[in-house]
């Protein structure tokens, strides 16, 4: 694919930044990369990896007469991020990221952004449980998909760019209102993880001999669960925080009908579990045939 971009300037570049360069230096779908991080130890491994042209600890540094921003830390980050790089946004520049609630996004960048610059807000949902630009690779991407989430209004041709990237990483492209794809990802993605920090922690808070058997004895349900809970805590923290309603209505809906099983195991009702059951694993077909697992 021809180049997409003169110049792509990444404000974070953790696992999925990381990944994206690595998709761009691949393809040569940038002319100059120039990166971003708070630390220098960041952005040693950065040159050392040869992820960048540039880099820098300055936001501003790294955004100005950049064409694409992507912008990749944490969520409680955005904020800070667009009040250092408003000012230095060239006109026509896009502005995108890769956060896991779009509603914060568009709260917190939207009203910093100058006119002319287009807001591109974007989900490509891939990731693994392990963090920083090391633990990237260009092939995460493949066959997942990502959400874009642009208010009404946004630029048809920034929108177009933006999604001619992630489909050149592999990945198929979706457009959705911000708050329905949070209400969607608070269900598929931010309540799993919530219930697999509650069981891990659990476990932990056990007494010491049942605890050494339960890691002892992991079986294949555990060790999925401590899989997820070994994700990136301040990642998850501002996922939970910046995406509260949503995950706090599907949380009361998941202790519903919680309760509603655990009325089942006390009586016996052997049909009343079989039937969710069934019900459960239909939903795992469809996943495993939608290429999904």
């Given at each position: 694919?021809?180049?997409?971009?003169?110049?792509?300037?990444?404000?974070?570049?953790?696992?999925?930044?990381?990944?994206?360069?690595?998709?761009?230096?691949?393809?040569?779908?940038?002319?100059?990369?120039?990166?971003?991080?708070?630390?220098?130890?960041?952005?040693?491994?950065?040159?050392?990896?040869?992820?960048?042209?540039?880099?820098?600890?300055?936001?501003?540094?790294?955004?100005?007469?950049?064409?694409?921003?992507?912008?990749?830390?944490?969520?409680?980050?955005?904020?800070?991020?667009?009040?250092?790089?408003?000012?230095?946004?060239?006109?026509?520049?896009?502005?995108?990221d890769v956060g896991s609630v779009k509603q914060a996004v568009i709260r917190d960048l939207k009203p910093l952004l100058p006119s002319g610059v287009h807001l591109v807000p974007g989900h490509p949902v891939a990731g693994t449980e392990f963090s920083g630009p090391a633990a990237g690779f260009a092939e995460m991407f493949r066959d997942r998909w990502c959400i874009l989430t642009p208010v009404a209004g946004t630029d048809a041709k920034a929108v177009a760019r933006v999604k001619a990237l992630w489909e050149n990483a592999g990945m198929k492209v979706a457009t959705m209102d911000p708050a329905h794809h949070d209400m969607v990802l608070a269900i598929t993605s931010h309540l799993p993880h919530l219930i697999a920090?509650?069981?891990?922690?659990?476990?932990?808070?056990?007494?010491?001999?049942?605890?050494?058997?339960?890691?002892?004895f992991s079986a294949g349900g555990f060790r999925d669960f401590t899989r997820i809970a070994a994700s990136d805590p301040v990642f998850w923290r501002d996922v939970f925080l910046a995406n509260r309603e949503a995950v706090l209505a599907m949380l009361q809906r998941f202790t519903e009908d919680l309760t509603a099983m655990q009325r089942a195991i006390r009586y016996g009702e052997g049909d009343t579990l079989e039937r969710v059951f069934s019900r459960t694993r239909a939903i795992r077909k469809s996943i495993v045939d939608a290429k999904q697992a």
């Amino acid at each position: 694919m021809s180049k997409l971009f003169d110049r792509v300037a990444f404000i974070g570049i953790g696992l999925i930044g990381s990944s994206l360069a690595r998709v761009m230096l691949r393809d040569k779908l940038a002319g100059e990369i120039v990166a971003c991080a708070r630390t220098q130890a960041t952005l040693d491994t950065v040159k050392e990896l040869k992820l960048a042209d540039r880099v820098t600890r300055d936001p501003a540094e790294a955004a100005k007469g950049a064409d694409l921003v992507v912008i990749a830390t944490h969520l409680s980050a955005y904020a800070e991020v667009g009040k250092r790089i408003a000012d230095v946004l060239k006109p026509g520049a896009i502005v995108t990221d890769v956060g896991s609630v779009k509603q914060a996004v568009i709260r917190d960048l939207k009203p910093l952004l100058p006119s002319g610059v287009h807001l591109v807000p974007g989900h490509p949902v891939a990731g693994t449980e392990f963090s920083g630009p090391a633990a990237g690779f260009a092939e995460m991407f493949r066959d997942r998909w990502c959400i874009l989430t642009p208010v009404a209004g946004t630029d048809a041709k920034a929108v177009a760019r933006v999604k001619a990237l992630w489909e050149n990483a592999g990945m198929k492209v979706a457009t959705m209102d911000p708050a329905h794809h949070d209400m969607v990802l608070a269900i598929t993605s931010h309540l799993p993880h919530l219930i697999a920090y509650t069981i891990v922690g659990t476990a932990t808070d056990l007494e010491d001999t049942l605890k050494s058997e339960v890691i002892k004895f992991s079986a294949g349900g555990f060790r999925d669960f401590t899989r997820i809970a070994a994700s990136d805590p301040v990642f998850w923290r501002d996922v939970f925080l910046a995406n509260r309603e949503a995950v706090l209505a599907m949380l009361q809906r998941f202790t519903e009908d919680l309760t509603a099983m655990q009325r089942a195991i006390r009586y016996g009702e052997g049909d009343t579990l079989e039937r969710v059951f069934s019900r459960t694993r239909a939903i795992r077909k469809s996943i495993v045939d939608a290429k999904q697992a």
